[in-house]
C-alpha cells in the first residue's frame, strides 16, 4: 500500500535521506534511479555547472528565407516576386542591402544589439526537395545522397559525452517526436518532453508508485524495464517540477513557441545539466496565401525569440546558451500563383546569444535567376555545425561530420 | 530451464490449455487479443501451425514500386539524352522517388503484417531478415527491398539452403555487401565472410583461408541499372579453391553446398530461432543439437524446422513465458491488433513511429542487423512508445493532415480500415467490469503475465485527479507503458 504522503525522490540526496529514514527505499535498490548507481562510481568527473548550451529552434515546412531578410536593393528580387516581393519602407532596414521582414522588429533590435546575427544562403550540394528527406539531411548532418542513421548531435553525446553521469538528460527535445538530431549510437539520457498542453505532461498521477511497486523479480528482463521506466518518469517528474516552480523575468507572448521557450529558460535556470533543447515550430510550407501566413509566423517566432534572450539575460544565463534556428529548405525565389512559394533550397540562419562576434555572415544569394530556378546555396550548413562543436562545446568537428569543414567565425 | 527428456518432441496435448496458447500466439505473432487466444487454444499446436504456415500468403508487390520501376525507367531514358546538369536533376529525382515510395512500402508492409492471419507468416520474414540482413541505406532501392523480401518469403516453404542460394543473388545483397565488386583477381570478401559468420555458420566455424577461397568462389556476380543480377563468366575465377579442406573448381552452387556440410551450420539457425523466438541468451549447444539433427535429415527443411520448433516441449517451458522484451515492430503491430485498430496510412503517422522507437523499417544500423532485447529499451524509445500509446487514444487533428494524408485517409475510410483510435466504446467494454475485476480485465487482455497485482495501485491512485472518459484514457495509457505490456 502506497503511502499516500509520499513523493518519489528526485535528487540523490533526497534518495538517501528518504532512504536512511526507514521508507524502505533500499528494499528495492535493484530499481534504484540511474544517478544513485552511477554516483557509486566516483572517478567520473563531476560536470561543471557553467557548460555551454545549445538551443535549437526548428522552423518546420521550409521557411522563406528570401522574404525574412530580403534584400530590398536586389531588382531581381522584385522582379522574380511582382506580389509577395515586400517595399523596403515596410522592412526594418539593417544596412543598406538587407532589412527583416515587417513581422521581425524583435530580431531586427537583437541585431542592431549584436545578440543575433544572420548566416546568409544556408544549404548543401544536391538538395533535396522532399521534406522528410531535406529535414533528415540536416538533422543527421548528411550529404545529400547519404543516408546516415545518428543524429549530429547524437553522434557528439556518442563521442563526447559517453560516460558522463547523466542525472539529468543529456538532451531535451519538446514535441511529440523525439527529433532525428539526438539519435545516437549509444545509450544517452535523452528525453522528450510533450509539446502539447503547455509542456507538462507528466505520467498519469499514480503510475509512477504503481511501477516502483510492481513485484518483478530481480535481474529479469521485467526489472529492467521497471528500472528504465522509473529512471524516464523521475526525470520527467523533476522536469515537470522545475517547470512549475519557474519566475520568467522576461513577458513571454502568448503562444506556443513562447511557452515552449520559456519552458527551455526555466530548465536551464534550474541548473539541469542538459546541453541541447529541441523545439519546433510549424507551418513554414506557405505555397498558398503565403503573405498572411508568414506574417503570424513571423509575429510567432520574432518576439518569442526575443521574450527567451532577455529572460535569460535578466536571470544572467545568456552567456551561456547559444540560440540558432534552421529549417530543412528555403523556398523558391518566383513566387507561384496562388500568393505562396514553393519548395526551394538555400536560406538564411539565425544564431542568437550575447557571445557572438558579429552580425552578418555568409554572402546573399544570387538571385539572377530565370523562372523557378532555385538559388544555390554558398554557405553549407555543416560549416555551422563544425563551428558550434569546436567553438561552442569545445570538440573535435572530425567526430561528427564526415568531411572538412570550414568554421564561420561568429563564436 | 529444468533438463528435459526428448526437448524437441512435442508437447503432449495433456499439457496444452489456455496459457500455452497465449505463449504461441504472443510468439508467432504480435498480439495476445482474445479472439486470437481463443482459436489458437481450439486448433491446438499443430492445426494452429498448419493454419499459419501452410500455404504462402503473396504479399503482391505494391503498387507504388510498381509505379517507381515505371518511372525509373522514363527517368533513365532521359538520362541518356540528357547533359549533365539535367542528369543531376534526374538522378535527385529518382532518389527522392525512391524515398517517397521506401515510405509507403513501409507502411503497405505494416497493413499486411497487421492482419492476424499474415503475422505468423511475416513474423518469420522478420526472423529472416534479421539473419540476412540488408538495409535501405545500403540498397537504397525499396523494389531491390521488396524483391529481396518476397525471395525470403516464397522460399518459406523450401530449404534453407535454396533460400541461401537464391538471397545470394538478389540484386539487394549484391549491392549491399559489395558482390558487384568481387571479381577475379580483386575478390571482395565483404560477403562470403558474412555468408559464413551472420547466415550460416556463426563466428569461429570457419578460416580467414576459408573466407579468401569462397570469396574467390563467388566472383562474377554484377547487378545493372535495372537491379537485374548477371553472372559474368569473365569476372568468374574459374581456378581451384580449397574450402573447408575440400578442393575444387567452386562456384555459389559448390560453397552453399559445403557450407551446409559443416555441423555448425545445422545448429546456427536453429539457435538463431532461438534467439528470436524464445530467448534472447540462446540454449547451450548440447540442448540445440538433437534439433539441428533433426533438421539436417530433414535435408533443411524450413517448414519441419519451424513446426518442430513450435511445437516442441522446450518451446512450452514455463521459463520462458513472459520473458522477452518486444521488437518496436512487434510493439506496434501488437498494439494496434491488442486495440483492434487499423494502421494509419502515411508513414509520418505510423512508421516513422517504429524509428521513433528504434527499429526502422528495413534499415537496420548494420550487417549484424538489429541487437534487440535489452537493446530496444532506453528513455528515448521508453518515450516514443508512450507517445505512440498516446497516439492512439485521441484522434489525429484532421486539419494537420496535408493532401497526400488527406487523400490516403479517405481511401482507407472507403475501404473500412480507418480505425485509427481507441474509442469510447471500447473504454466502456473494457472499463464495463465491476470495479474490483477492471485491474485483471486489463491484464488478461493485455499482458502476457496475466498479472493485474500491479495495476491495482494505479486504478485506485488515478480516479482522484481525472474524471470519466479521461481517466479510464490515462489507465489504458499506462497499463500499455508498464513493463508488462513491453514484454511477450
Same mark, same amino acid.
Request: include cysteine; hydrophobic fraction near 35%.
Given at each position: ?37 552511477? +554516483? ?14 545549445? =538551443? ?7 521557411? &522563406?528565407?528570401?522574404?525574412? /531578410? ?50 546568409? !544562403? ?11 528527406? +531535406? ?45 532525428? =538530431? ?6 544517452? !539520457? /535523452? ?23 510492481? &513485484? ?14 522509473? !529512471? ?12 512549475? @516552480? ?7 507572448? !502568448? ?8 519552458? /527551455?529558460?526555466?530548465?536551464?535556470? +534550474? ?81 542568437? @546569444?550575447?557571445?557572438?562576434?558579429? +552580425? ?39 567526430? =561528427? ?11 | ?11 503432449? %496435448? ?108 511475416? *513474423? ?33 516453404? #523450401?530449404?534453407?539452403? %535454396? ?48 573466407? #579468401? ?14 537491379? *537485374? ?50 530467448? %534472447? ?71 516513422? $513511429? ?31 512508445? #508512450? ?62 503475465? $496475466? ?15 481525472? *474524471? ?21
Amino acid at each position: 500500500m502506497p503511502d499516500p504522503h509520499f513523493t518519489y525522490p528526485t535528487t540523490r540526496r533526497e534518495f538517501l535521506r528518504q532512504s536512511a529514514s526507514g521508507l524502505g527505499l533500499i528494499a528495492f535498490s535493484s530499481v534504484a534511479p540511474a544517478f544513485l548507481t552511477h +554516483s557509486v562510481s566516483a572517478k567520473v568527473p563531476k560536470a561543471e555547472k557553467d557548460r555551454s548550451i545549445l =538551443v535549437l529552434i526548428q522552423l518546420a515546412g521550409g521557411n &522563406d528565407g528570401l522574404n525574412t /531578410v530580403v534584400p530590398f536593393e536586389d531588382d531581381n528580387y522584385y522582379r522574380l516576386r511582382p506580389k509577395l516581393g515586400i517595399q523596403k519602407k515596410d522592412l526594418h532596414v539593417i544596412d543598406d542591402q538587407i532589412g527583416f521582414h515587417p513581422g521581425c522588429s524583435e530580431m531586427s533590435e537583437l541585431y542592431k544589439n549584436g545578440d543575433l546575427a544572420i548566416i546568409q !544562403n544556408v544549404g548543401y550540394p544536391n538538395p533535396n526537395r522532399s521534406h522528410f528527406r +531535406s529535414m533528415e539531411i540536416w538533422e543527421t548532418g548528411s550529404k545529400s545522397n547519404e543516408f546516415l542513421t545518428t543524429g549530429w548531435l547524437g553522434r557528439y553525446f556518442d563521442n563526447c559525452c559517453s560516460g558522463t553521469p547523466e542525472e539529468d538528460p543529456l538532451a531535451l527535445g519538446i514535441g511529440n517526436d523525439m527529433p532525428d =538530431v539526438f539519435l545516437a549510437g549509444d545509450a544517452h !539520457n /535523452v528525453f522528450s518532453l510533450g509539446a502539447s498542453r503547455g509542456g507538462a505532461t507528466g505520467a498519469p498521477t499514480g503510475m509512477v508508485e504503481a511501477i516502483r511497486d510492481g &513485484d518483478y523479480s530481480a535481474s529479469t528482463n521485467a526489472s529492467f524495464l521497471q528500472h528504465t521506466l522509473m !529512471n524516464t518518469m523521475v526525470t520527467e517528474r523533476k522536469v515537470i517540477e522545475r517547470l512549475r @516552480g519557474y519566475n520568467a523575468m522576461a513577458e513571454y507572448p !502568448n503562444s506556443n513557441l513562447a511557452r515552449n521557450l520559456k519552458n /527551455v529558460a526555466a530548465l536551464i535556470a +534550474s541548473g539541469q545539466e542538459t546541453r541541447v533543447y529541441f523545439v519546433s515550430l510549424g507551418g513554414f510550407d506557405t505555397h498558398a496565401n503565403q503573405e498572411t501566413r508568414h506574417m503570424a509566423l513571423m509575429r510567432q517566432l520574432s518576439p518569442a525569440m526575443a521574450a527567451f534572450q532577455a529572460d535569460l539575460v535578466a536571470h544572467g544565463l545568456d552567456d551561456q546558451v547559444l540560440t540558432m534556428t534552421f529549417s530543412e529548405f528555403g523556398r523558391r525565389p518566383s513566387e507561384n500563383v496562388s500568393g505562396g512559394t514553393d519548395h526551394g533550397t538555400a536560406a538564411p540562419l539565425f544564431v542568437m @546569444g550575447s557571445q557572438l562576434k558579429g +552580425s552578418l555572415y555568409g554572402s546573399a544569394p544570387d538571385l539572377n535567376l530565370q523562372k523557378n530556378k532555385d538559388m544555390t546555396y554558398s554557405t553549407d550548413f555543416r560549416s555551422i555545425y563544425s563551428t558550434v562543436i569546436r567553438r561552442w562545446f569545445d570538440a573535435d568537428p572530425k567526430l =561528427v561530420l564526415d568531411g572538412k569543414f570550414k568554421d564561420i567565425k561568429f563564436i | 530451464m529444468k533438463t528435459v527428456q526428448d526437448p524437441w518432441s512435442p508437447l503432449p %496435448e495433456a499439457k496444452w490449455n489456455t496459457e500455452t496458447a497465449r505463449h504461441l500466439a504472443s510468439r508467432i505473432g504480435y498480439s495476445i487479443h482474445p479472439s486470437l487466444v481463443g482459436r489458437i487454444e481450439k486448433r491446438g499446436a499443430e492445426g494452429t501451425l498448419k493454419a499459419a504456415f501452410g500455404k504462402i500468403r503473396p504479399f503482391h508487390k505494391p503498387d507504388d514500386i510498381i509505379n517507381m520501376e515505371g518511372k525509373m525507367g522514363e527517368y533513365q531514358m532521359m538520362q541518356r539524352q540528357a547533359d549533365s546538369v539535367e542528369k543531376r536533376e534526374l538522378r535527385q529525382k529518382m532518389q527522392r522517388e525512391r524515398n517517397r515510395t521506401y515510405g509507403e512500402f513501409s507502411v503497405d508492409w505494416c497493413k499486411f503484417a497487421r492482419d492476424p492471419l499474415n503475422s505468423p507468416q511475416e *513474423k518469420l520474414v522478420q526472423f529472416f531478415q534479421d539473419v540476412w540482413v540488408v538495409s535501405y541505406q545500403g540498397v537504397r532501392n525499396p523494389a531491390s527491398l521488396y524483391d529481396f523480401q518476397n525471395q525470403i518469403r516464397i522460399h518459406l516453404g #523450401k530449404t534453407y539452403p %535454396e533460400m541461401c542460394r537464391r538471397l545470394s543473388v538478389t540484386p539487394a545483397m549484391v549491392r549491399y555487401l559489395n558482390q558487384n565488386q568481387n571479381r577475379k583477381g580483386s575478390p571482395n570478401e565483404n560477403f562470403a565472410r558474412e555468408l559464413f559468420e551472420l547466415f550460416c555458420l556463426g563466428e569461429g566455424n570457419y578460416t580467414e583461408t576459408d573466407i #579468401k577461397e569462397a570469396a574467390r568462389a563467388l566472383t562474377g556476380y554484377t547487378v545493372n541499372g535495372l537491379e *537485374k543480377v548477371n553472372f559474368v563468366r569473365q569476372r568468374h575465377d574459374t581456378g581451384k579453391k580449397t574450402i573447408f579442406g575440400q578442393t575444387g573448381n567452386f562456384d555459389l552452387d559448390g560453397v552453399i553446398e559445403v557450407v551446409f556440410q559443416q555441423p555448425a551450420a545445422a545448429r546456427f539457425l536453429p539457435q538463431e530461432m532461438v534467439r528470436f523466438y524464445l530467448t %534472447e541468451e540462446g540454449l547451450p549447444d548440447e540442448v540445440i543439437q538433437p534439433l539441428a539433427d533433426e533438421w539436417k535429415a530433414s535435408g533443411y527443411s524450413i517448414p519441419h524446422l519451424v513446426r518442430t520448433f513450435f511445437s516442441s516441449k522446450v518451446f512450452y517451458d514455463p521459463a520462458f513465458r513472459g520473458n522477452m522484451i518486444k521488437s518496436p515492430t512487434q510493439y506496434y503491430i501488437g498494439l494496434l491488433q491488442d486495440l483492434e485498430l487499423d494502421v494509419f496510412p502515411s508513414p509520418r503517422r505510423s512508421t516513422n $513511429q517504429l524509428r521513433s522507437m528504434g527499429q526502422q523499417f528495413f534499415n537496420p544500423p548494420n550487417v549484424r542487423g538489429w541487437v534487440g532485447g535489452r537493446h530496444w529499451i532506453n528513455s528515448a524509445t521508453l518515450s516514443a512508445r #508512450k507517445q505512440l500509446v498516446n497516439s492512439l487514444m485521441y484522434p489525429f487533428p484532421k486539419n494537420r493532415l496535408n493532401a497526400d494524408e488527406e487523400r490516403a485517409v479517405e481511401a482507407a475510410t472507403a475501404e473500412g480500415v480507418d480505425h485509427f483510435n481507441v474509442t469510447p466504446q471500447q473504454l466502456r467494454k473494457l472499463f464495463g467490469e465491476e470495479p474490483g475485476r477492471v485491474a485483471d480485465a486489463i491484464a488478461e487482455r493485455f499482458f502476457v503475465t $496475466q498479472n493485474g497485482n500491479n495495476l491495482q495501485d494505479l486504478l485506485r491512485e488515478i480516479p482522484r485527479d481525472r *474524471k470519466g472518459q479521461g481517466r479510464f484514457y490515462a489507465v489504458l495509457a499506462t497499463a500499455l507503458s508498464a513493463p508488462d505490456y513491453h514484454l511477450c
